[in-house]
């Protein structure tokens, strides 16, 4: 590390340096207390006192230092730091890579190089997925499934990934999200409160046993993302706040020193806040392969105290560009994610472009209007029927992700089955509406765990998830429709190819308001879809919506039929459409729509011209073989270029 760089927020290895690092036959030690007094190691190499190992200060640098011939990898330790107003604190290390289980609170010395990955084709083929399926399933691991034999049903880190590849794989995902697994003292803070920030959590293991459950991921073809916290940190004593006698992390005036959760601000306004937080991030990339990072709480990066109506925050976005600009260097194939609520531009253009540098966006835009919408009772949303398509209208500004996260499922918020409008028969149906709409909706999804069985019990940290309700025939059917809506998601081009490009997208009935029908088509190339979305409680024998060509459509899926929990047997094999005009379309085609029902038709070309429109009041064109194959518009300019080269010979 550059000390010079760390000083100026430029640093992004700073845990190449800081904390504990083999040197000969023990260890040095290493941290950061420019305010301090004195500062003494101790641990259990000296029987926890600290008086024979007093650390030394490099100059005037803050930099405090000690090699310890005794101390061994599983030692405990900690800083006690002695305070210029005469008190005297025990810290964690604030760059230590272990630590004891909570509520005990010391340091660990862990061997970073006790395993070694095998996942280098994985990384080598490694890519940012714009054009690729991305369907995320987010997890915490000590809740989504107990282990009967592991201290407080807990799964070791590796033991998890074992347990869970199998069912992500069947359910068909590609990623999976880990809630944050940095060290945090409150297991109802779901690791959102952090107390080290380049360790591990101990709850599941150590750093060896993380790094091996992202091999295994990788081995599996799942790819792994990580929450990161880059906004505050924790208010416990032995932790960052006021580590050295003063406002070393956080703010030092009170008024903005802390969060609404809570716990301190993190001072982007000082170089070594800076190369502290961007070095974390570089951190789990760099040591763990995580193949990418959802930022948390982004807002209050961009507006101070999260709140648009104090003003940007101008140091935290420099910090924030800054960091990207990075991470975009040292890994470009990792996906940089932002959980961002505000409206903020530019938040996933390239920092040279004067964007803040991520990847994707969560737009939680459409996850309000879209929930807000399936809360409301069918005759209803005839008044709201755009707050359905309201966000293919800003969709294309930003790289925009669909979360269902652990975010809506908590806090009274009821679970995303008991928001759907209606009794137990009826909310079945619309989630599986919902569902399909997201899923073939532009964007790449998430989905937190739980969701996908239909649970009633919203998420609790201490327990696992409700897998009993998977006896249930309503339940056990709706996870199978998941199942089968993920598999179809990654396995077509049309749902995730050109998600980014508007013209892989088209409504083709988006003014039924009455009706409150939504139709809508994606391609890619040959590959394409039509979504028929009908969010009122009538059923349409036939509703009529307009297309551009004679075509064939057939049925891939659908939430309404029996083998999903529905009613209704599966539909016609194949509708054709006619040449018979409806609003602007030139075709048509007529389905039935059972009610609160979505259907996914696959749709081709119809081959035998002469009976894909069966409209017989008007002729269908017949091409004969003195046609030519060329358009009418072809035609012309091939005259015209004709014309052009008799007119260059004559010359």
């Known amino acids: 590390m550059d ?128 054009d690729s399926p991305v369907n995320i399933y987010e997890v915490h691991p000590g809740s ?65 046993h993380l790094m091996r459950m992202v091999d295994l991921f990788h081995q599996a073809g799942i790819g792994v993302i990580v929450d990161f916290v880059p906004v505050h940190f924790v208010t416990n004593d032995y932790s960052l706040v006021r580590f050295d006698g003063t406002a070393l992390y956080e703010y030092p005036e009170p008024e903005i020193g802390y969060s609404e959760w809570g716990t301190c601000n993190f001072n982007y306004y000082r170089g070594e806040v800076c190369s502290f937080l961007q070095s974390a991030a570089d951190f789990w990339l760099t040591r763990f392969h995580f193949d990418g990072i959802r930022m948390d709480a982004i807002s209050n990066v961009i507006y101070w105290q999260g709140n648009s109506a104090k003003g940007v925050n101008q140091g935290a976005l420099d910090f924030v560009r800054n960091m990207n600009r990075g991470l975009q260097m040292r890994h470009p194939t990792a996906m940089l994610i932002a959980e961002d609520s505000t409206n903020y531009p530019k938040v996933t253009a390239p920092v040279e472009y004067d964007g803040l540098g991520f990847d994707y ?22 008044y709201v029927y755009h707050k359905l398509s309201f966000s293919m209208l800003y969709f294309y500004r930003e790289h925009y992700l669909l979360p269902l996260s652990h975010d809506e499922v908590v806090h009274g918020k ?50 696992e998830c409700d897998w009993m309700l998977l006896d249930y025939p309503k339940h056990e059917a709706l996870n199978r429709f998941l199942r089968e809506l993920n598999h179809l998601y990654i396995s077509q081009p049309a749902f995730y190819d050109g998600d980014y490009n508007s013209e892989h997208f088209r409504w083709l009935e988006v003014d039924a308001i009455e009706e409150r029908v939504y139709v809508y088509e994606r391609f890619s190339g040959d590959n394409r879809y039509v979504v028929v979305l009908n969010m009122s409680d009538n059923e349409y024998p036939a509703f009529r919506f307009g297309y551009d060509r004679c075509a064939v459509f057939t049925e891939v899926l659908s939430g309404e039929r029996q083998e999903y929990g529905g009613y209704f047997s599966g539909g016609e094999k194949e509708i054709r459409s006619e040449e018979q005009g409806c609003k602007w379309w030139d075709h048509s085609v007529s389905v039935h729509i059972p009610a609160l029902a979505a259907i996914i038709y696959k749709v081709e070309d119809a081959k035998d011209l002469t009976t894909a429109c069966r409209n017989k009041d008007v002729p269908v064109p017949v091409e004969t073989e003195e046609e030519s194959p060329l358009s009418r518009e072809d035609q012309v300019i091939a005259k015209y270029k004709e014309m052009d080269r008799k007119g260059s010979q004559e010359e």
């Open 3 to 130: 000390i010079h760089n760390f000083y100026i927020g430029q640093a992004f290895d700073a845990y190449d340096y800081f904390g504990v690092h083999p040197a000969g036959e023990g260890f040095v030690f290493r941290v950061y207390a420019p305010r301090a007094e004195k500062v003494e190691l101790i641990g259990d190499f000296n029987n926890w006192d600290g008086s024979g190992h007093v650390m030394v200060q490099d100059g005037l640098s803050g930099i405090y230092s000690i090699t310890v011939k005794e101390s061994a990898v599983g030692d405990l330790y900690k800083y006690r730091i002695y305070q210029k107003d005469g008190e005297m604190r025990d810290r964690f290390d604030p760059f230590g890579n272990g630590s004891e289980v909570r509520p005990k609170t010391a340091a660990r010395i862990v061997d970073m190089e006790a395993y070694t990955f095998t996942d280098g084709d994985w990384m080598e083929k490694r890519t940012k997925n714009y």
């Open 144 to 208: 989504w499934k107990h282990n009967p034999r592991g201290e407080n049903g807990w799964y070791r880190y590796d033991e998890f990934a074992e347990e869970i590849i199998p069912y992500l794989k069947e359910m068909g995902y590609t990623h999976v999200e880990l809630l944050p697994v940095a060290e945090h003292p409150s297991d109802e803070s779901w690791g959102y409160q952090v107390s080290g920030f380049f360790c591990p959590t101990s709850r599941y293991g150590e750093a060896r």
């Open 361 to 382: 966006k969560w737009d939680m835009g459409w996850m309000n209007d879209t929930l807000d919408y399936f809360r409301i009772h069918p005759y209803d949303r005839k």
């Open 414 to 463: 009821a679970t995303i089955l008991q928001k759907m409008w209606g009794e137990y028969d009826l909310k079945f149906q619309q989630i599986k509406t919902l569902y399909t709409y997201m899923y073939t909706h532009p964007g790449k999804k998430l989905n937190f765990m739980g969701n996908e069985i239909g649970m009633f019990r919203e998420w609790d940290e201490s327990k």
